[in-house]
């Protein structure tokens, strides 16, 4: 049974879907999640962030490699085994464009809000949240057979959004994108899988907003 709770050193988790097949793998040194997307019906793969590590994204990953790594946003601590990575796998790079130029990989595929991203059989949705960086984004897909699966980065935690630096300017953008674009429009039964630490859903955070909104972080 899927979790979704993982440890640095630990092995992956892994969350089997009708026609995705996630696996989600802590890295250290600050605890950071990477996930594994494997079209079941092609076999094809796609990587959400290479954050370090990268003799053990690469064991994840296997033989059969990856077709893309998105980047969800500029952060050292989510990029930092990209380049390995893609060398090691000759992937295509992904990441929204006002972010890229912050990430030292080139990046193939500059994204925008509501760009596809496609592997195998499967679709993700970028999503753009401006105010943990710029260029932030979270990736949906849509699964045909259940609720929706959401990887937020660094914008979307258990409690609270993504850190500020107690920039109200940059908090109002991002707890006002993750609202409209997020909890406006998602089921409370999409699945939450954030760039550091436990998953959660839509539903259970839901009722926090009005208090995230009050303290301004």
């Given amino acids: 049974m899927y979790t979704g709770n993982v440890k640095v050193g630990g092995s992956a988790d892994v969350h089997e879907l009708p026609r995705l097949i996630i696996s989600k793998l802590a ?5 950071n999640n990477s996930y594994l997307l494997r079209c079941r019906r092609t076999g094809t793969q796609l990587l959400v962030d290479a954050p370090s590590e990268p003799d053990r994204l690469l064991s994840l990953i296997g ?3 990856i077709a893309t790594v998105v980047t969800t946003h500029s952060h050292h601590d989510h990029w930092g085994a990209l380049a390995e990575v893609v060398l090691a796998t000759g992937a295509q790079t992904a990441a929204h464009h006002l972010d890229a130029p912050d990430i030292p990989v080139a990046t193939d595929l500059l994204l925008v809000d509501q760009d596809q991203v496609s592997f195998g059989e499967i679709s993700l949705t ?5 105010g943990h960086t710029p260029g932030s984004i ?3 897909y849509q699964d045909p057979a259940g609720p929706p699966h959401l990887f937020t980065g660094d914008c979307l935690f258990p409690g609270g959004v993504g850190n ?4 109200a300017i940059r908090f109002n953008s991002l707890i006002g994108d993750v ?7 998602l089921p409370d039964e999409t699945w939450v899988y ?3 630490g436990h998953d959660t859903n839509i539903g259970s955070e839901r009722p926090q907003l009005s208090s995230w909104r009050e303290r301004g972080w």
């Fill in 63 to 65: 033989a059969e490699g």
């Fill in 138 to 140: 979270a990736l949906l």
């Fill in 126 to 130: 970028a999503i753009h949240l401006v």
């Fill in 179 to 185: 609202s409209t674009k997020l909890f406006d429009r």
């Fill in 27 to 31: 890295v250290g040194p600050y605890n």
């Fill in 194 to 196: 954030p760039g550091h």
């Fill in 164 to 167: 500020t630096e107690k920039d």
